[in-house]
Nanobody, 127 residues
Framework: QVQLVESGGGLVQAGGSLRLSCAAS????????TGWFRQSPGKEREFVGA????????YYADSVKGRFTISRDNAKNTVYLQMNSLKPEDTTVYYC????????????????????WGQGTQVTVSS
């Protein structure tokens, strides 16, 4: 049974930093692209970033580029999202995701490419 568990969310002031973790069980993270998304109530899930198997490629939404960094520790089967220079508009629930297959159905930026999702972790940035 595949399980993804996010942690590291919380309350931070604007300009501050948080590091989210996504730990996987039942799935060897190193074999798959891993994505981070975020979603606010009533809105569609929004792509934040993704990292490829070998970590040789990372992808970011324009809204977070230069502020957020994705990395992975294959020995710990964990992927991280380092978030710096946080803004109030970054406030929402963040999810990590992984596909069932080695190839993605609709590209790294599409939520429909991912089959496994964590429960989400709340990030709140105060102004």
């Amino acid at each position: 049974q595949v399980q993804l568990v996010e942690s590291g969310g919380g309350l931070v002031q604007a300009g501050g930093s948080l590091r989210l973790s996504c730990a996987a069980s039942g799935l060897t993270f190193s074999r798959y692209v891993t994505g981070w998304f975020r979603q606010s109530p009533g809105k569609e899930r929004e792509f934040v970033g993704a990292i490829t198997l070998s970590a040789s490629n990372t992808y970011y939404a324009d809204s977070v580029k230069g502020r957020f960094t994705i990395s992975r520790d294959n020995a710990k089967n964990t992927v991280y999202l380092q978030m710096n220079s946080l803004k109030p508009e970054d406030t929402t629930v963040y999810y990590c995701a992984a596909p069932k297959t080695l190839t993605l159905r609709a590209g790294v930026r599409s939520a429909s490419s991912y089959d496994y999702w964590g429960q989400g972790t709340q990030v709140t940035v105060s102004s």
